[in-house]
């Protein structure tokens, strides 16, 4: 995974390499060359406006416009765009603490011609990805070094458009002294099994059921968990829910559990590495007496939907119980509207999608994924990951559930919670991308 710097990290890792390495005036005109280059690789020659800005932008700029003005290109620096037909947004970065100038905003968005931006566009908090105030909205956004959370987190990864980052030549060794605590999400390493390996060595879940006429969602779970690699995966519920799964799947194995102490009996089999509930299973007492029933074994544990909702009233109550194990792992997978039910003593601290997930994740003692188009993975420790290979695609019923199984699936075989939310997060993601039009069923099947 590739480190996300905040803009605070990203002055550090100028100063580092400044003391060490170059100057300040060299690193600008390498920043404003590779801009430079990036628009010459796409446009032709055009009448160009770059607005610059007080500080480093600025200057950044003012190098981009001598290049592109040596090339040969007609260029005027100025904040009047009026016959630009290429704007290059050099006013302000990520570390903008004030909000930008609507009428400025815009008169640049309003241009109807491409626009760059360097770094970050113009407005857009570096740190949060929201505008303060207005923002610029770009075609194409060059950073230095690495990326910055505006650039993985929305409203900002839509207004920055394409994103290049580029070797301005800092060298990585700076992260070791800022060591930072947020990256972006990456290709996995997946478990393997050994030539030697039989169905329970690979793990065995278990998905809670919901009733009867709510059963879809845990066969979706269940199914995503067999797809990414469990051994076994086993539905638990009423024999009246468990009536309907039998109608649909063959290799799932299906156990009577009606009462808490069947649960507790079933939860008694050592062979079971984790357990998935919450896919529709209802906001009821039921649901909430399982899952502490659940957590109260020790088992590796996925909780989601309506396992988070019901604790909505009472959420001290579930954070409690997931602490009573603090080896095992515990994953929390709300969205926005779950999130906000659960950890409503949150939703008003911060814009910041990071800096929530990681209170709630602190918070709770577990691992906090939470989803949107900007998925968010949080430790109890820090540790955050954005999730960017999403796709509007998974905005379809029962692709959350398809991710709860993966993440129970992988936990299942071994793999600790931050990790199977992050390698869950990835998947689930890739399948989307595959698809053309896909339903919760195209998603297992291209896992």
Not at 109 to 138: C, E, H, Q, W, Y
Not at 293 to 322: H, N, W, Y
Not at 354 to 370: F, H, I, K, N, Y
Request: glycine share 10%; net charge negative.
């Amino acid at each position: 995974m590739e480190a996300i710097l905040t803009p605070e990290d990203m002055y550090r890792a100028d100063a580092l390499c400044i003391a060490a390495v170059t100057s300040e005036e060299t690193l600008i005109e390498r920043a404003g060359l590779a801009v430079a280059h990036e628009i010459i690789r796409r446009y032709g020659a055009r009448p160009t406006v770059v607005m610059c800005g007080p500080g480093n932008n600025g200057r950044d700029g003012e190098v981009v416009a001598r290049h592109l003005k040596e090339w040969g290109w007609p260029v005027t620096v100025s904040h009047d765009v009026t016959g630009a037909e290429l704007i290059v947004d050099a006013l302000y970065g990520a570390g903008l603490n004030r909000d930008f100038p609507a009428d400025m905003a815009a008169r640049v968005n309003g241009a109807g011609v491409p626009v760059v931006a360097i770094d970050v566009p113009s407005g857009l908090d570096g740190l949060t990805g929201f505008p303060r105030g207005a923002s610029v909205k770009a075609d194409l956004t060059v950073t230095f070094f690495r990326k910055k959370p505006a650039h993985v987190l929305y409203p900002g990864r839509g207004l920055c458009g394409e994103i290049v980052v580029a070797d301005i030549g800092i060298p990585d060794s700076v992260l070791d002294d800022i060591e930072p605590q947020l990256c972006e999400n990456a290709r996995p390493s997946l478990p393997e099994a050994d030539a030697e390996a039989h169905k329970f060595s690979r793990g065995h879940a278990i998905v809670w059921s919901g009733p009867p006429l709510s059963t879809g969602a845990a066969r979706l779970a269940a199914l995503a968990a067999a797809r990414s690699g469990a051994g076994l995966v086993s539905l638990a519920g009423t024999p009246e829910a468990l009536a309907i799964h039998a109608a649909h799947v063959s290799s799932i194995m299906l156990k009577p559990t009606s009462t808490p102490g069947e649960l507790r009996e079933l939860l008694a089999d050592k062979r079971i590495t984790a357990v998935c509930i919450g896919p529709a299973a209802g906001v009821t007492d039921i649901t909430r007496k399982a899952v502490l029933r659940v957590l109260k074994s020790g088992v590796a544990t996925v909780l989601d939907a309506d396992a988070l909702s019901i604790f909505a009233d009472a959420p001290e109550d579930l954070f409690a119980a997931i602490k009573a194990h603090p080896k095992r792992s515990v994953v929390l997978t709300p969205h926005e509207g779950e999130f906000a039910r659960l950890f409503s003593m949150l939703t008003t601290t911060s814009h910041n999608k990071v800096e929530r997930a990681r209170a709630a994740s602190s918070l709770s003692g577990a691992v906090v994924l939470l989803k949107g188009p900007d998925t968010v993975i949080a430790h109890p420790d820090g540790r955050a990951v954005v999730n960017s290979n999403g796709t509007a695609k998974l905005a379809i019923a029962g692709s959350g559930d398809v991710l709860a199984g993966v993440i129970t699936g992988l936990m299942a075989q071994g793999m600790n919670g931050f990790d199977a939310a992050c390698a869950g997060a990835w998947l689930h993601s890739e399948a989307g991308n595959r698809c053309a039009r896909p339903v919760a069923e195209d998603l297992i099947a291209t896992l």
